[in-house]
């Protein structure tokens, strides 16, 4: 299977240089729609003209917890089957379909206490030798100021209404600031660089799925109704820092006041009463769902979102996100992204049903 996806490399590279033209106007036009946000919502790759093959229909497949190895569920928390609410009625970015507040019926199902770290993803490539998309396709997104001088200094490209934002030739998960730079150091930080398709082949190779939107909007609540963020209202608690985002003038001044210019250690924040991390911030989480804006208010049991689509509903924000630039650390906030998009700010954990 992931010998056949090398086989195309060359093919997507080829339409790839034509296409990141026309991706861009893409942009520009639709960052123009939504100046509410320059987040990654828009940057999608415009460039798959082959067929692929999918690893699954996640919607599709039942998973058995009794399936998946001892130690992995101890790294997962139970959320017990009941009657829960998503969505808000005070929406503040209404059209990305934060609301209605509506009520959603689960089963009990298991989520990752982490983002996969970059660890956790070695150990899938290094046993299948999976090339993710970044790496096929030749580049992916990297924020200007984490990159050296010189090697902004080779880039001419950027995205236009957000040109913080720089195609980076081998970006990719292993060197997440373009070749010249490494994990070795990272090893416990959420894995980056993956698009949909690879956080779905990882979470089919060790037995689990992707959270549907419902489920990971349920586990970020934390048990709590109505409130902001997985620990309740308050952005700071005590004044401290429970999430990794910006603090200062995005996008020139990054204070770091909360320890960490990039991404943090997944095992670094805990945020609600259910034991997760990082479930809000430091990367943005892909969810099992294709993206629409408009919902209904009726009641839904264990609601998988539409059958089809263009775009993968993301949550969660990432270390990028400031109140006046991007206010998506909030567990009702969502955005979107093709499902063959990667960024060095988005990343995913995975949920088994039980
Ligand atoms: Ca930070
Ligand atoms: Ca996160």
């Known amino acids: 299977m992931y010998t056949s996806r090398n086989t195309k490399v060359t093919l997507f590279n080829y339409f790839y240089k034509i296409q990141i033209i026309l991706g861009y106007y893409y942009l520009c036009i ?22 692929r093959k999918e690893y699954c229909v996640v919607n599709n497949i039942k998973f058995d917890a009794n399936n998946v190895k001892e130690e992995q569920i101890k790294q997962m928390v139970k959320i017990d089957a009941g009657t829960y609410f998503i969505g808000t009625n005070n929406p503040v970015f209404v059209a990305d379909g934060e609301g209605p507040k509506r009520e959603v019926v689960l089963t009990n199902f298991y989520i990752d206490k982490f983002e996969v770290s970059n660890k956790d993803y070695m150990a899938f490539v290094s046993t299948t030798g999976y090339i993710t998309e970044a790496e096929s396709f030749g580049d992916s997104f990297v924020f200007e100021n984490l990159l050296t001088q010189n090697m902004k200094n080779k880039i001419n490209k950027a995205v236009a209404q957000a040109p913080w934002w720089l195609p980076v030739k081998e970006a990719s998960w292993q ?3 373009g070749p010249n730079s490494n994990i070795t150091f990272r090893m416990d930080h959420p894995v980056v660089h993956v698009s949909w398709n690879d956080a779905v082949a990882y979470c089919n190779w060790i037995g689990k799925r992707l959270p549907t939107e419902a489920e990971w909007e349920v586990a970020c609540r934390g048990g709590l109704s109505d409130r902001l963020y997985p620990w309740g209202n308050k952005l700071m608690p005590n004044s401290q820092h429970k999430a990794n985002i910006w603090q200062g003038n995005f996008p020139i001044e990054n204070t770091e006041k909360d320890g960490y210019k990039g991404t943090s250690p997944v095992t670094r924040f805990l945020q609600n009463k259910y034991g997760l991390y990082n479930i809000v911030g430091n990367v943005w989480e892909w969810t099992a769902d294709w993206w629409i804006t408009k919902h209904s208010h009726n009641q839904q049991i264990n609601p998988i979102g539409p059958s089809s689509g263009s775009d993968k509903v993301k949550k969660g924000g990432s270390y990028l996100c400031h109140k006046n630039y991007c206010y998506r650390y909030r567990c009702a906030a969502r955005s979107q992204n093709t499902p063959d998009t990667s960024a060095g700010n988005l990343g995913f954990r995975c949920a088994i049903s039980t």
């Open 30 to 51: 639709n960052a123009t729609k939504d100046s509410s946000c320059q987040c990654i919502s828009k940057l999608n790759r415009q460039s798959i003209l082959v067929p």
């Open 175 to 177: 060197h997440p600031e």
